[in-house]
């Protein structure tokens, strides 16, 4: 969607590392979500920020939220190979971008 | 329920054949959403119902598409004389809103794959 976007798009790190992606959005947003999709398959939600957060945690997941600046940040902590997909993110119900392809080597 | 269902998993058809997907949300889920995705592109929105109401139809949705959500439960999207170009992965998701609590995540099914010939 041209209404945002992914950056990089596409990063590999070694297993143990820790990853981070970013998104910038240009449209207003109540939410953003980030997703993962592993190849062929559909979207998994990882998580959910509002427009008044400017940080959340969930396990291994660190999101943040600039609402000035329209953008947010995920960062998988001690990535494990399991993490290898391609990742998103969106507001309500737009999926931005082509996504991050993450790929975490052995 | 375990999910967001997507019936069937890959369609082939040939070119100038009609195709019905089905979807079937998360009990109680009020939104249903319809994506398109091809290979190497994020999904993009097609349309999504609140309840049996088709609120919102992206301008990617052709007059040969045609989503209902009749009972508010279930969804199909139905493609008309597919062209080529409708190859691709369509996915579906659902999600409870509420007035209340507007920001909650969406699910999504594991897509159907559509190939035309």
């Known amino acids: 969607s041209q209404q945002g976007e992914e950056d990089p798009q596409a990063l590999s790190i070694q297993e143990g590392e820790n990853a981070t992606m970013n998104c910038s959005y240009k449209?207003?947003?109540?939410?953003l979500q980030w997703y993962r999709q592993n190849s062929g398959r559909g979207l998994v939600h990882l998580i959910l920020?509002?427009?008044?957060?400017r940080e959340k945690h969930s396990g291994r997941l660190r999101v943040t939220l600039d609402t000035s600046k329209k953008s947010s940040s995920l960062l998988i902590t001690a990535s494990r190979a399991a993490d290898t997909a391609s990742y998103f993110c969106?507001?309500?119900?737009?999926?931005f971008g082509k996504g991050t392809r993450l790929h975490i080597l052995p | 329920d375990t999910g967001v269902s997507q019936d069937p998993r890959h369609k082939i058809t040939k070119r100038g054949q009609n195709v019905t997907f089905r979807c079937d949300p998360i009990?109680?889920?009020?939104?249903l959403y319809w994506y398109r995705q091809t290979l190497g592109q994020g999904p993009e929105f097609l349309t999504y119902?609140?309840?049996?109401?088709?609120?919102?139809k992206s301008r990617l949705l052709s007059d040969r598409f045609s989503a209902e959500r009749p009972k508010g439960s279930f969804s199909t999207l139905e493609i008309q004389r597919t062209e080529q170009g409708d190859s691709a992965m369509y996915l579906c998701?659902?999600?409870?809103?509420?007035?209340?609590?507007?920001?909650?995540?969406?699910?999504f099914g594991q897509g159907t794959r559509l190939t035309v010939v």
């Open positions: 449209t207003s947003i109540n939410n």
């Open positions: 009990s109680e889920h009020n939104r």
């Open positions: 998701a659902s999600s409870l809103v509420l007035v209340r609590q507007p920001n909650t995540e969406a699910f």
């Open positions: 119902f609140q309840n049996e109401a088709q609120l919102e």
């Open positions: 969106g507001a309500d119900k737009i999926i």
């Open positions: 920020i509002r427009s008044n957060e």
